[in-house]
Nanobody, 126 residues
């Protein structure tokens, strides 16, 4: 599976961005899809995940109520709508696919995810 993330950019605090991640080369609906981020000098951290049918989602406490993950299996794409952005949201954002549970079990652990996109930079200015 190849993943291509896009949609990053520079935004002022309080603004919004929508990230997209297009998948190819696999059965998209059989994967849990997740978003992670990595700020300079910090470890990669979990942001959000969604099951194959969008029946369940999970969010890091730091983004709950501000970020929304969604997916369109017909378009093989997962999205991350980011609202009320804060400077501390500045990071490279990565999408990832986990096929270990056929898309049914959410996980926050990076090493469980099999495939990763190249990352897209989000910069939030104060």
């Amino acid at each position: 599976v190849q993943l291509q993330a896009s949609g990053g950019g520079l935004v002022q605090a309080g603004g919004s961005l929508r990230l997209s991640c297009a998948a190819s080369g696999g059965t998209f609906s059989s994967y849990v899809m997740g978003w992670f981020r990595q700020a300079p000098g910090k470890e990669r951290e979990f942001v959000a995940s969604v099951t194959w049918n969008s029946g369940s989602t999970d969010y890091a406490d730091s983004v709950k109520g501000r970020f929304t993950i969604s997916r369109d299996n017909a378009q093989n794409t997962v999205y991350l709508q980011m609202d009320s952005l804060k400077p501390e949201d500045t990071a490279v954002y990565y999408c990832a696919a986990d096929g270990s549970s056929f898309g049914m079990v959410l996980t926050t652990t990076p090493y469980v995810y099999d495939y990763w996109g190249q990352g897209t930079l989000v910069t939030v200015s104060s």
